[in-house]
């Protein structure tokens, strides 16, 4: 049932930014359209083109017999540099829902990382973040030091969880099924993966809620083994 509703998740996923794309370009190809117009236009399709693509690597990804088999290359990353360039290629999206963004960094460590595969956790920890919270809210980025890790908190104001889906929300396929979330897109991938690359870098992605309408917090923990010394 999880597979079944996966696969009409997907296709809805694939087929909605496709359909954009499609019209967008038609439009372009057809009609006279302002410059300001056109740049508009070109903007969502990048959008849209950036939905696919994270899409598809989801799927890549899920797709390995063992998650673990995830071909990885480290690489000293400044996180607190590469977590604000991650932020900022949200700024439309945030704008469209009126989401307001609060970004404190702490201190800013070099870590061995793969940053591609980073960069999936945090766009799906973003994305979500903006997917499940209401219009006007804030999402609250914290990146500090806590005992031996590196942590990332993403504080939304959103939907939050019953205490029974907080343990299973890191499974394959799982999607969180409620009157708040059945009209909301998503493969239930996301978390899955995330999970799994964090695991990978020896750390830990962990999830808290004070229950359903309160807001989630999602922290990703890298360990301080990962610092690349000066």
């Known amino acids: ?11 809805h996923e694939l087929k909605s930014p496709l359909a954009s794309i499609q019209l967008y370009l038609e439009t372009l190809k057809y009609q006279d359209v302002t410059r300001e117009e056109e740049k508009d236009f070109v903007e969502t399709m990048l959008y849209d083109t950036q939905r696919l693509s994270g899409l598809i690597d989801n799927i890549l990804q899920s797709s390995k017999a063992d998650p673990k088999s995830m ?7 400044d996180l607190g540099s590469f977590l604000r360039e991650v932020v900022k290629g949200y700024k439309r999206q945030f704008e469209e829902k009126n989401c307001r963004v609060k970004l404190e960094i702490e201190a800013s460590p070099t870590l061995n990382l793969d940053q591609r595969a980073l960069s999936m956790v945090f766009n799906n920890l973003i994305s979500n973040a903006i997917r499940y919270s209401p219009r006007g809210s804030t999402l609250s980025i914290y990146l500090h030091k806590n005992g031996k890790y590196w942590e ?8 939050g969880f019953d205490k029974k889906d907080l343990k299973k929300i890191f499974r394959k396929f799982y999607r969180v099924q409620n009157e708040d979330t059945q009209n909301i897109e998503g493969a239930g991938l996301g978390l899955f993966i995330s999970s799994e690359i964090i695991k990978y870098h020896k750390g ?14 999602f922290s990703v923990r890298l360990p301080l ?6």
């Open 71 to 77: 071909a990885m290359q480290f690489q000293p990353v």
């Open 204 to 217: 830990q992605l962990k999830v808290s809620s004070l229950g359903r309408g309160k807001g989630s917090v």
């Open 152 to 159: 990332v908190n993403f504080e939304d104001q959103g939907f």
């Open 1 to 11: 049932q999880m597979q079944s509703n996966f696969v009409a998740s997907v296709s």
């Open 225 to 230: 083994s990962c610092e690349v010394e000066a």
